[in-house]
């Protein structure tokens, strides 16, 4: 069975989802889009995915920031205002009777080409929107056994020339990463920057705990997570020490607890990286910041 921080508990009611396609409504299995669209072509385009909770999308503020940002990254001209955008996922939530434990995915690339090609000027349409959202509770099974990683030699790109903050349709290299965690017998991927130091997952940001601080990369090489965010901001709320610094495995293999946050499973703990179990199996700084994210999740 597969074992991540993406399980899910099974849900049937996803079998009759009904799926928006440029604001139209289709069932799961008649939702398509073209051949020609510029995502399929050529990964052109940018995504967004967040939690609905009690009637609420969480951190939505943050999640449209994002979306906007990474539009204008590759300069693609949204024709919608934020609150369009909202009220058309609020279309798709109650279409659906959906409440809580949804995860809703939005897709948006350039539109249709006139013909397989990378140029933006080929392209005959408006941009497509595709909202996608699904019954998913996360399994407590991840949460409570923990994930294992192994280090990818696959890097985390530049912000040269990819930037790794940058929510796009190309995730080529992630998915490389992964596969080969997968073939050495771990859950997911750690990922290291141009340089050597620790990035990120290859869908999750990556923490450690040692003497009683929590580390993180500097950001200038990871994605740019919104829980991420929040766990930072909540260390800074209750007075724990949060290090956005450079560190190495070196640094990892040593450390007390090491977790990774994502917007679908929260704060995940990791039990072991590359083989070497982490820390003595005690997790109180994970279990601490996984019970303050939940309660800004409430609360926020």
Same mark, same amino acid.
């Given at each position: 069975?597969?074992?991540?921080? +993406?399980? /899910?508990? *099974?849900? &049937? !009611?996803? $079998?009759? @989802?009904?799926?928006?396609?440029?604001?139209?409504?289709?069932?799961?299995?008649?939702?398509?889009?073209?051949?020609?669209?510029?995502?399929?072509?050529?990964?052109?385009?940018?995504?967004?995915?967040?939690?609905?909770?009690?009637?609420?999308?969480?951190?939505?503020?943050?999640?449209?920031?994002?979306?906007?940002?990474?539009?204008?990254?590759? +300069?693609? /001209?949204? *024709?919608? &205002? !934020?609150? $369009?955008? @909202?009220?058309?996922?609020?279309?798709?939530?109650?279409?659906?009777?959906?409440?809580?434990?949804?995860?809703?995915?939005?897709?948006?690339?350039?539109?249709?080409?006139?013909?397989?090609?990378?140029?933006?000027?080929?392209?005959?349409?408006?941009?497509?929107?595709?909202?996608?959202?699904?019954?998913?509770?996360?399994?407590?099974?991840?949460?409570?056994?923990?994930?294992?990683?192994?280090?990818?030699?696959?890097?985390?790109?530049?912000?040269?020339?990819?930037?790794?903050?940058?929510?796009?349709?190309?995730?080529?290299?992630?998915?490389?990463?992964?596969?080969?965690?997968?073939?050495?017998?771990?859950?997911?991927?750690?990922?290291?920057?141009?340089?050597?130091?620790?990035?990120?997952?290859?869908?999750?940001?990556?923490?450690?705990?040692?003497?009683?601080?929590?580390?993180?990369?500097?950001?200038?090489?990871?994605?740019?997570?919104?829980?991420?965010?929040?766990?930072?901001?909540?260390?800074?709320?209750?007075?724990?020490?949060?290090?956005?610094?450079?560190?190495?495995?070196?640094?990892?293999?040593?450390?007390?607890?090491?977790?990774?946050?994502?917007?679908?499973?929260?704060?995940?703990?990791?039990?072991?990286?590359?083989?070497?179990?982490?820390?003595?199996?005690?997790?109180?700084?994970?279990?601490?910041?996984?019970?303050?994210?939940?309660?800004?999740?409430?609360?926020?």
């Amino acid at each position: 069975m597969i074992h991540g921080t +993406h399980n /899910a508990e *099974p849900d &049937s !009611r996803n $079998e009759d @989802v009904l799926i928006s396609v440029n604001g139209e409504l289709f069932p799961r299995n008649e939702a398509k889009i073209s051949v020609f669209d510029s995502g399929y072509l050529v990964g052109d385009g940018v995504w967004e995915a967040m939690r609905l909770y009690e009637g609420k999308l969480a951190f939505l503020d943050l999640h449209l920031d994002r979306l906007w940002a990474g539009a204008a990254a590759i +300069h693609l /001209a949204l *024709p919608f &205002s !934020r609150e $369009e955008f @909202v009220g058309s996922i609020r279309e798709v939530l109650d279409a659906n009777e959906m409440v809580s434990d949804v995860h809703v995915r939005v897709m948006v690339t350039r539109g249709i080409k006139k013909t397989p090609s990378q140029d933006p000027r080929l392209t005959i349409s408006g941009p497509n929107v595709v909202i996608i959202a699904e019954h998913k509770k996360a399994s407590e099974d991840s949460a409570s056994r923990g994930i294992t990683l192994f280090t990818s030699t696959i890097r985390r790109g530049s912000p040269d020339y990819l930037d790794p903050r940058l929510n796009c349709h190309s995730k080529l290299h992630e998915v490389q990463a992964l596969a080969q965690a997968l073939e050495a017998g771990a859950d997911e991927a750690l990922m290291l920057d141009v340089r050597g130091f620790v990035s990120t997952c290859n869908a999750t940001n990556f923490f450690i705990v040692r003497g009683g601080e929590v580390w993180t990369s500097t950001g200038a090489y990871c994605m740019n997570g919104i829980t991420r965010h929040n766990v930072i901001r909540i260390c800074s709320e209750n007075d724990i020490v949060c290090r956005e610094k450079d560190f190495s495995l070196f640094d990892v293999y040593s450390a007390d607890e090491a977790f990774v946050t994502g917007s679908f499973g929260g704060l995940t703990p990791v039990t072991k990286i590359d083989g070497r179990i982490i820390g003595d199996g005690l997790r109180p700084m994970t279990e601490r910041l996984s019970g303050l994210y939940k309660e800004l999740v409430n609360n926020g």
